[in-house]
């Protein structure tokens, strides 16, 4: 037989390699601006279309490339960042494994124009899937401006499988936001569509985290500071009563690498423990340093997973570090408040002043279970809950809905049939329904089978008929970060259906006119906020947009597992249910009804 073994083509084996590295639009976003922070540059701009699937330019003013260097930067394994195996050790480069570029290039149309200070003219490469199409001199600004168009047009599959433009607009503006955020003393710009969205000139960490997620954040923000033979900690965290209600503004930086860690993560929800309203999650901006042989950042391809010698002490000082700075700011929570609006108007002091002295319970402890949290209950969030007329509310929504239609309870297709007699329902642990049927036992779960009456209602309200929606007295301000923004935006037409109505003021700020009415007794912006983070989570997979609206929306005001329902609301929920066209299983695919059949109880107690 003969030899097997073929050694692939460059260009297939970069392809390959690619799929590492760039996975969507927002990992050569990330590759590219890297790279030109690597270069020492001033003001990166970043240029988007269409979610980075048309176009991604990013423009820098670093050190620029050689006309040699320029060619073999698309080279697999080409690097300027180390020379030896020892230097993996001590790296203060993003980039440094040399791939990146020549990924991009295996699997996009890639222009690349650079000059050095000290050249007189520049180079311009053009390279698709891998190969060079033309190298020319060109007159260029000093820097590198590197264009990625039509990201995998030679790989349908991967780019078929990409998801919505609000969805990748989202995963971009996060990896711009967790490298402008490592970087304050670099200017950033980003560009969407020909939208200016970021401008952020060199500054400080915490004017660098206003700029990115608005100027209330002023005041919002309390300082960390630890500084240990292991660790060295410094950045933000944010005051417990402006957590909010979707994850997000959660970024740890080790050595000044954005990475993700859930045990880290842990160590700071931890010491949050108890401060938090509930349902929400905190802010926090933080950069741990280690010494760069003590971790180990190689363990994966785009670098955001890394491992760490000590990690069991990291996790004690780290927590004990965020608790400190918690606890200073709740043993004077009205040295905060009240003294930070009036200071201003106190006129500078002349001659010497005593120190101002503070008094303080040494015995207070902010985490101690007992302590009553003062930002609970009466923080000016209202209570999220259902509203105890639900079950009005959407009665009156379709007025053409008599009890004789809530009858037809034998359509259900499933083998349920239940006794048309009335008041036969049990609630169990606030969480089931049972009820007797012809065959037996019915046992409804009644937060998904309210889930999914909803679900019906706002995605007919999509397709069909637009719902009543319920202006507000005063408009309310939503303060919401850039992808929500761009998700809420690009949707308005679909949210202004389901009887939302909202107005961008610039920044991310968002006005809000008016609520669907079944939201009525929620807190608008919170809900909006939830809203937003759903569209721009995956885990609804390749739900349509409409779907997506609509289960974000039937899981924010459904009834949930712990509310006690009456007779009445039991009857009601488990007829509309039945009108469902799939009152079976949850928009999230999960079961709603099991039953338990007549002859297997008899079964289990003939022994
Ligand atoms: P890495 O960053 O891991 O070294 P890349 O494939 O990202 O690998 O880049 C290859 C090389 O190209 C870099 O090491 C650097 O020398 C050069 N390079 C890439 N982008 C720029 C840029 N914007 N400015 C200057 N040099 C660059
Ligand atoms: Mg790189």
């Not at 490469?125 to 190298?135: A, H, P, T, W």
């Not at 259902?386 to 309870?409: M, Q």
Request: proline residues 6%.
């Amino acid at each position: 037989m003969a030899d097997r073994i073929n050694i692939l083509p460059e260009s297939v084996a970069n392809q390959i390699a690619a799929g590492e590295v760039i996975q969507r639009p927002a990992s050569a976003v990330k590759e590219l601006i890297e790279n030109s922070v690597d270069a020492g540059s001033s003001f990166i701009r970043l240029i988007v279309k269409d979610a980075g699937k048309a176009l991604i330019q990013v423009i820098d003013d670093g050190m620029g490339m050689s006309e040699t260097d320029a060619r073999v930067s698309f080279e697999r394994h080409a690097t300027s960042k180390i020379n030896r195996a020892e230097d993996l050790f001590a790296l203060t480069t993003k980039g440094f494994r040399g791939e990146a570029l020549a990924s991009v290039a295996a699997v996009a149309q890639v222009e690349l124009k650079t000059r050095r200070e000290e050249d007189t003219v520049g180079t311009s490469i053009l390279i698709e899937g891998s190969e060079v199409k033309s190298q020319e001199p060109c007159a260029c600004p000093k820097g590198t401006s590197i264009s990625i168009k039509n990201l995998f047009f030679n790989i349908p599959a991967r780019r078929n499988f990409l998801k919505s433009n609000p969805v990748e607009t989202g995963h971009i503006i996060e990896e711009f936001q967790r490298v402008a955020m490592a970087h304050p003393e670099i200017g950033f710009s980003l560009h969407h569509n020909g939208d200016e969205i970021f401008h952020l000139e060199a500054t400080n960490l915490r004017q660098r985290i206003i700029g990115l997620f608005g100027n209330n954040y002023n005041e919002r923000l309390v300082p960390v500071e630890e500084d240990t033979d292991i660790v060295k900690i410094s950045g933000f965290i944010g005051k417990p009563q402006f957590a909010r209600k979707s994850r997000g503004e959660q970024f740890f930086f080790i050595n000044n690498r954005f990475i993700r860690n859930s045990y880290l993560h842990h160590a700071v929800q931890n010491a949050f423990h108890q401060l938090l309203p509930v349902d929400s999650y905190p802010s926090y901006f933080l950069f741990l340093e280690v010494p760069p042989s003590s971790i180990d950042i190689n363990i994966h391809p785009t670098k955001t997973e890394v491992k760490f010698e000590d990690d069991k002490h990291i996790y004690a000082i780290l927590k004990s570090a965020v608790r400190m700075s918690l606890g200073k700011y709740n043993i004077a929570p009205t040295i905060d408040f009240e003294q930070e609006s009036t200071i201003a108007f106190i006129p500078p002091p002349r001659g010497p002043v005593a120190e101002p002295t503070i008094t303080v319970n040494p015995d207070f402890n902010p985490f101690k279970p007992s302590h009553t949290n003062p930002y609970r209950g009466d923080s000016g969030y209202k209570q999220i809950s259902v509203p105890s007329n639900w079950d009005v509310l959407y009665r009156n929504l379709h007025p053409e809905e008599t009890a004789a239609d809530r009858t037809i309870l034998s359509q259900d297709p499933s083998e349920v049939e239940k006794e048309p007699g009335r008041g036969t329902f049990f609630q169990i642990h606030s969480r089931y329904i049972l009820s007797q049927i012809k065959s037996g036992l019915m046992v409804v779960h009644q937060q998904r089978a309210h889930e999914r009456i909803l679900f019906e209602k706002f995605l007919n309200n999509l397709m069909k008929q637009p719902a009543m929606s319920q202006k507000l007295l005063f408009p309310e301000m939503a303060e919401l970060n850039a992808a929500q923004v761009q998700a809420l935006v690009s949707l308005r037409k679909e949210l202004e259906n389901v009887g939302y109505e909202f107005e961008q003021l610039g920044g991310n700020s968002l006005a809000i006119y008016a609520v669907p009415v079944l939201l009525t007794d929620h807190q608008a912006s919170r809900e909006l906020e939830k809203l937003a983070q759903e569209l721009l989570e995956e885990t609804s997979g390749n739900m349509e947009r409409h779907e997506k609206i609509a289960l974000s929306l039937a899981r924010s005001v459904g009834i949930k597992s712990g509310k006690m329902l009456t007779q009445e609301e039991m009857s009601m929920l488990i007829d509309e249910l039945f009108a469902c066209s799939i009152p079976s299983v949850s928009p999230g695919g999960k079961p709603i009804i099991h039953t338990i059949k007549l002859e297997e109880l008899d079964r289990f107690f003939r022994s």
